[in-house]
Nanobody, 122 residues
Framework: VQLQAFGGGSVQAGGSLRLSCEAS????????TGWFRQAPGNERVFVAG???????SYADLVNGRFTISRDNARNTVYLQMFSLKPEDTAVYYC?????????????????WGQGTQVTVSS
């Protein structure tokens, strides 16, 4: 399984970005997928997840501003980010779990993409 995350960039506060995660050797519809982020000096933390059935969950800090979705035909998972804040600045990773339900614990994800940098300036 190989995951590739892309779509990051630099935006001003209040702006939007859409991240994409593509997979080879894996179908996103068969297990849970999560987005995590890691800011310098901080732990990698859960941002959003989508289960095999399409159920979504979000960290409190992004709830209402970020939307995770999955396109089964394209085998791609997206993270649409609105109303970005400087504190959203981080490297964002997509990850696949060997299980159907979303977990907020990074250790429970088996496969990780390389990360994509998101920088939000004030």
């Amino acid at each position: 399984v190989q995951l590739q995350a892309f779509g990051g960039g630099s935006v001003q506060a209040g702006g939007s970005l859409r991240l994409s995660c593509e997979a080879s050797g894996h179908s996103f519809s068969t297990s849970a997928t999560g987005w995590f982020r890691q800011a310098p000096g901080n732990e990698r933390v859960f941002v959003a997840g989508v289960s095999w059935s399409g159920a979504t969950s979000y960290a409190d800090l992004v709830n209402g501003r970020f939307t995770i979705s999955r396109d089964n035909a394209r085998n791609t998972v997206y993270l649409q980010m609105f109303s970005l804040k400087p504190e959203d600045t981080a490297v964002y990773y997509c990850a696949v779990r060997n299980g159907r339900l979303t977990s907020r614990t990074s250790d429970e994800y088996a496969y990780w993409g390389q990360g994509t940098q998101v920088t939000v300036s004030s």
